[in-house]
C-alpha cells in the first residue's frame, strides 16, 4: 500500500514559542494503525537534549470489541531513561485521554483542549509580533527559481569559501567558520523544491558577543517565487532581532553576502569571504 507522506508541525502550550515537535505520516493501516514520525523537535524545558523527541515515534493502533473501538497509543522512544519522561507522561494522559477521546466520543474539542487552543493562538500572535522585527530583506534576480535555490546551496561561492558539508538537500549538514575559534553549524530543516530553504543553526559560537549562542535554534529563511521572468527572494533571519547584541552587526553583515547572493545569481561570479 502506498502512503501519502504528510508533514505537520505542533507547538506546545505553555512552554516558549520556540517549543515544537514536527511530525511525518510514515504508515497507515486503514482502520487498524496510524504512525507518525517525530523528524524535527525543540523542547525548551529539557536541559540537556532539547531535541529529545526526534526519530521517536506515535504509534496509534485500533481495535475492535463489540461494538467500540480500542486506541493503543505508543509514544516509542519515549522511555523512563529520558529527561521529558514525566512530563510527557503527563502531557500524554491529558492528550490523549481527555482531548483526544472527548473529540471522537463528543465529535467536539473538551472544553481543556479549548482553553489549550486559546493560549496556543495568543502565543502565535505574539510571534506574528516578534516576526515582524526579525531581519527580513527582499532581493530580484535574473533567474528561474530552480537556479536561484540551486546557487543559494553553493554556500562557498557566494557566503565563506571555506564552507565545509553540503546544503542541497533536506537534512544536510555544513559548518561555516569565522576564524577560530568561532563558528556556526546547520541543518537543512525544510526544503521545498523552487520555492522555500530553511537553514536551522544547530550549534555556534560567536566569540565576539557576549552571549556566544546567540544564533543556536534560528533559522535562515529563504523563500522564492517567480515574477515577470525573474525571481523574487524574500531572506528572512529568524530570531535575528533588534533586541539581541549581534544585530547591528549581524544585519551589516547579511547585507553584504545577500549583495554578493544577487551577484553570484546574476554574473555567475560571486565574492565569498
Not at 467536539?108 to 530583506?137: G, N
Not at 527582499?138 to 557566503?159: D, F, G, H, R, Y
Amino acid at each position: 500500500m502506498k502512503v501519502i507522506k504528510i508533514f505537520f508541525k505542533s507547538y506546545f502550550t505553555g512552554s516558549s514559542f520556540l517549543d515544537f515537535s514536527r511530525q511525518k505520516l510514515i504508515e497507515v493501516v486503514p482502520g487498524k494503525k496510524m504512525v507518525w514520525l517525530v523528524t524535527d523537535s525543540y523542547l525548551n524545558w529539557i536541559k540537556t537534549d532539547k531535541e529529545e523527541w526526534t526519530n521517536t515515534k506515535m504509534i496509534f493502533d485500533i481495535t475492535s470489541d463489540g461494538d467500540k473501538t480500542i486506541l493503543h497509543f505508543t509514544h516509542e522512544g519515549l522511555v523512563p531513561a529520558k529527561e521529558c519522561y514525566d512530563s510527557c507522561e503527563k502531557g500524554w494522559n491529558m492528550v490523549i485521554k481527555d482531548w483526544l477521546h472527548h473529540y471522537i466520543t463528543a465529535g467536539t474539542p473538551s472544553p481543556e483542549m479549548v482553553k489549550a487552543a486559546e493560549i496556543r493562538k495568543q502565543r502565535f500572535e505574539e510571534k506574528s509580533k516578534l516576526k515582524k522585527t526579525d531581519f527580513h530583506r527582499t532581493i530580484t534576480v535574473n533567474a528561474s527559481p530552480a537556479e536561484a535555490m540551486k546557487k543559494i546551496s553553493q554556500v562557498n561561492l557566494w557566503w565563506k569559501n571555506d564552507f565545509s558539508g553540503d546544503a542541497g538537500k533536506l537534512k544536510d549538514t555544513f559548518h561555516v567558520p569565522f576564524g577560530d575559534p568561532s563558528f556556526v553549524d546547520f541543518v537543512v530543516s525544510e526544503m521545498v523544491p523552487d520555492k522555500k530553504v530553511v537553514w536551522k543553526v544547530t550549534d555556534c559560537y560567536l566569540s565576539w558577543f557576549q552571549d556566544k549562542k546567540e544564533w543556536n535554534n534560528t533559522e535562515v529563511v529563504f523563500e522564492l517565487s517567480e515574477e515577470k521572468g525573474k525571481t523574487k527572494i524574500d531572506f528572512t533571519h529568524t530570531g535575528l532581532v533588534p533586541e539581541i547584541e549581534c544585530y547591528v552587526v549581524c544585519q551589516k553583515g547579511w547585507n553584504g553576502h545577500i549583495d554578493n547572493l544577487v551577484k553570484f545569481i546574476n554574473e555567475g561570479k560571486g565574492i565569498p569571504q
